[in-house]
């Protein structure tokens, strides 16, 4: 026999306003259909209903009970949101949900004996995810939805036992259902109180279809609810692709500091309900509302997924920091795509690794840290220029078998201490030859050199057709250029090292003579330089040397052909 | 050295770590040194002082900013915990850590049980460093094949002194020799290379 669970929060609107504002809880709260004072009440909080303030009572009579009243207007935002929020508390206990009216919920139990001891447990795990949530839930189980919203709306916790349906109706009142009206317009409640009818266990006991012949379908479907015999099947709702939320400022905010107070908030309730779902934030997505009916979007890229909220919000900020909203935001939204966290299996023989959750949240914060695309996995970039990296997530493969430990030797490979953006230094040179450096914090006499080694590529993005055709001529009469160039753009000769220094010269007469005129695209020199540097497409030729300087540093260094400067690469040490 | 210190972690399945304080990282030749760069997070805090966190710190100053941020990446990486080794690479000109940082960075590789190693031009963790090697370039290797041939750059040698040890053996030197190529290039090429001196290997466990 089927078992279903029912989430109600009582009061949803004012709870949802109280979910999205803090400040209200605890307050003699009310919601107006607007703010004059001969406005009707829509819902009140639970402060003022002890109070005896009632949905119906204009604000003015409200008033008149408690000074202390605060009025204010229904958040749809808030409440969709608030409702959302429901829906993924009650689904991190049973997969099969069906989303009622807002702030109502349907849950089917079957199964989770096998994980919970009963239903009772069930119902507590249920209300204590929904108070995680931020909200006071009521619950009811029993065996059909419209009974498990009934006991529901009794408040509390009320599970209706199999086979006791009829004890728990017969003392409800009529007015825990929506009545409605008969087919020919009349109105039940009036005609049902009439009759005498004032329990659910009275109407129960009448005849469905002399009720039929009376009051049309509807009596019929009242008369069948109040025997409990509803069977209607919960229709789960399908997997939330994204998780939002939604606020709706009173005023406009125009600076980041308070926007990122009124973020946080949203940010704490989004990763409350991702963890609660086992999952963690992915790529954000923002939406602010501005005056003036301006929108404003922007998407901020999570380099690891996280739930550390601080984390979260500082890449918020950094990305709103480069480019602020134009106007004063009045409401806010953010939508986060989840990410399954990626689990690790640990191996006893092997080294320990970082744990896949605590990665994840320190990539995130060392990319608030230092920046979104200064953390990760850096690597050589396949590409012709030398310069070119490769920037990917963090994602270390599981550790492979340990073999012997290589013995420790005196002898390692020399890493060169990179120098990003190549520093331009000034060098003096004698018959091609470099003789003196000079740069910041530099200046030495040459002592040794080595080189050079001839890089060059690119050039076939052929920018320069189109720009200068008359210099791309002059290059195409530079036929033996091209035929020396090694056609991957990689450098002269098998290796490097094989290029003599000698054959500078037969080099030189090569290469398209350096002319101080603009090269291939027409540009200016400085222009040129920021293509040496990867920004253009023009191709890249470049000598490269070692350098061993008075000073005792060995360092890289290149004469960029196109702009005829000289570059300081790196330095050996 | 330090790159060594990597690759030997790393070869080991070792996660590390490498905070670039000056973006000097080459990973082209990072790998050629045999660093797993799979098993290398890498942050380069180049722009870290202007960062909201950075300037939300008490440091006044871009330099000091700087400096909180480096250490403040430290933290962050050592907390996380599971990283074998952080190489921490403070740059040309750094200041040298204050008492605070320098401890909370030996408690926090305590903690975590990884090993950090600190580039800097002079020693930046004061007391709290358990070794202090002072590496000075001792030769430079330029070198021909044969007379007439190019003229081509082998490598460096570093002497490597001991400045200070917790576990003793203060003063004790090594000579390091880092090559283009340590495979191809034959023995001979190096005449100028002691290779009869510093007995003593120098590996991660050291």
Redesign the interface.
């Known amino acids: 026999m089927a078992r279903i669970a029912c989430i109600m929060v009582a009061d949803f609107s004012i709870a949802a306003l109280v979910r999205s504002n803090p400040a209200f809880a605890g307050m003699v709260l009310a919601i107006g259909k607007s703010l004059a004072p001969h406005a009707e009440l829509d819902a009140v909080s639970p402060r003022a209903r002890e109070l005896g303030i009632r949905p119906g009572m204009t604000i003015a009579q409200a008033r008149a009970i408690s000074s202390e009243l605060v009025v204010t207007h229904r958040s749809p935002a808030a409440e969709s949101s608030a409702h959302a929020a429901l829906l993924d508390a009650v689904e991190s206990v049973s997969p099969v949900v069906e989303p009622g009216a807002p702030g109502c919920a349907w849950i089917d139990l079957a199964g989770l004996h096998r994980i919970y001891s009963g239903e009772e447990e069930i119902t507590a795990e249920l209300v204590r995810c929904v108070r995680r949530v931020g909200m006071e839930p009521a619950a009811g189980v029993a065996a059909n939805k419209e009974l498990a919203h009934l006991a529901a709306r009794c408040g509390g916790v009320r599970v209706i036992e199999a086979g006791r349906e009829r004890e728990f109706l017969n003392w409800l009142p009529l007015d825990m259902l929506s009545l409605g009206k008969s087919d020919r317009g009349d109105d039940l409640e009036t005609t049902l109180a009439r009759w005498g009818m004032r329990r659910l266990g009275e109407l129960a006991r009448l005849n469905p279809d002399a009720v039929g012949t009376r009051l049309g379908r509807r009596g019929v479907e009242l008369v069948r609810l109040a025997r409990g015999g509803s069977h209607a099947p919960i229709v789960p709702r399908r997997r939330a692709e994204f998780f939002a939320e939604s606020v709706e400022l009173e005023y406009g905010i125009e600076l980041l500091e308070p926007l990122g107070f009124v973020m946080r908030a949203m940010l704490e309730r989004l990763a409350e309900r991702l963890s609660m779902r086992g999952l963690v934030a992915g790529d954000i997505t923002l939406a602010f509302g501005m005056s003036g009916h301006r929108s404003f979007n922007r998407q901020v890229a999570v380099a690891a997924s996280s739930n550390d909220v601080r984390a979260i919000l ?1 890449l918020i ?2 990305s709103l ?1 480069g480019e602020p909203p134009e106007a004063a935001v009045e409401s806010i939204r953010i939508e986060i795509a989840p990410r399954v966290q990626r689990p690790a299996q640990t191996d006893m023989f ?6 896949p959750d ?2 994840q ?3 995130a ?2 990319a ?4 979104p695309g ?7 970039e396949n590409s012709h220029r ?1 310069e070119a ?1 490769r ?1 990917d997530a ?1 994602a ?2 599981p ?2 078998p ?1 073999h012997e ?16 953006p190549a520093r331009e230094i000034e060098v003096m040179c004698s018959r091609e030859i470099p003789e003196f450096v000079r740069g910041e ?1 530099l200046g030495a006499r040459v002592i ?3 080189g050079p080694w001839r890089r060059d590529g690119e050039w076939w993005l052929g920018c320069t057709a189109e720009a200068n055709p008359h210099t791309e001529s002059a290059d195409r009469n530079s036929a033996p250029h091209r035929g020396l160039e090694l056609h991957d753009g990689r450098m002269f000769g098998a290796h490097p ?7 500078l010269k037969a080099l030189s007469s090569l290469t398209p003579a350096p002319s101080p005129v603009p090269h291939r695209n027409g540009a200016s020199s400085h222009n040129e330089h920021t293509g040496m540097n990867g920004a253009g497409k023009c191709g890249f030729i470049r000598d490269y040397y ?1 350098l ?1 300087l008075e000073d ?1 540093g ?1 360092y890289r260094v290149f004469r960029d052909l196109n702009s005829h400067k000289w570059f300081l690469d ?1 330095t ?2 | ?1 330090a ?2 210190f990597a690759a ?1 972690a790393t ?5 590390t770590a490498w905070l670039d304080a000056s ?12 660093v797993d ?12 002082s202007a ?4 300037r939300a710190a008490l440091a006044v100053g871009p330099h000091a900013r700087h400096q909180s ?1 480096i250490v ?2 430290a933290e ?2 050592l ?6 080794l952080v190489v921490v690479d403070f740059g ?1 000109a750094p200041r040298a850590l204050t008492y605070a940082s320098s401890l909370r960075i030996a408690r926090a590789a305590e903690r975590s ?1 990884a090993a950090v190693i600190a580039i800097a031009p002079w020693r930046m963790c004061g007391t709290f460093a358990a070794l202090s090697l002072v ?1 000075s ?1 001792a030769e ?1 290797s ?1 070198s021909r094949l044969a007379p ?6 082998d ?2 040698a570093v002497d490597a002194m001991v400045a200070r040890n917790k576990m003793g053996g203060t003063g004790r030197r ?7 190529d ?1 495979i191809a290039v034959p023995a001979d090429v190096h005449p100028q290379l002691d290779r009869k001196e ?1 007995p003593a ?3 991660a466990s050291s």
């Open positions: 500082t900020n950094l920091e092997l080294p320990p690794a970082p744990a605590k990665l949240t320190t990539i914060r060392l608030a840290l230092c920046g200064n953390v990760g996995m850096l690597s050589a030398p990296m920037l963090f270390p493969p550790a492979p340990i430990n290589t013995p420790a030797k005196n002898v390692t490979q020399l890493v060169i201490r990179a120098i990003r914090n040794s050199i080595a090292r094989q290029v003599s220094a000698e054959n070692e061993a005792g060995v790196g050996y040490d | 050295m790159a060594s030997f070869r080991r399945g070792e996660v973006g000097a990282f080459d990973p082209e030749s990072m790998a050629a040194a045999g760069l799979r098993r290398m997070l890498w942050a380069s805090m180049k722009t870290a960062s909201r966190i950075a941020a403040k990446a962050l990486v907390e996380a915990g599971g990283f074998g040309e049980g590496a370039r430079t330029f007439g041939s190019p003229v081509m750059f490598g460096l090594v000579r390091v020799r880092a090559l283009v340590p510093s290997p120098i590996s």
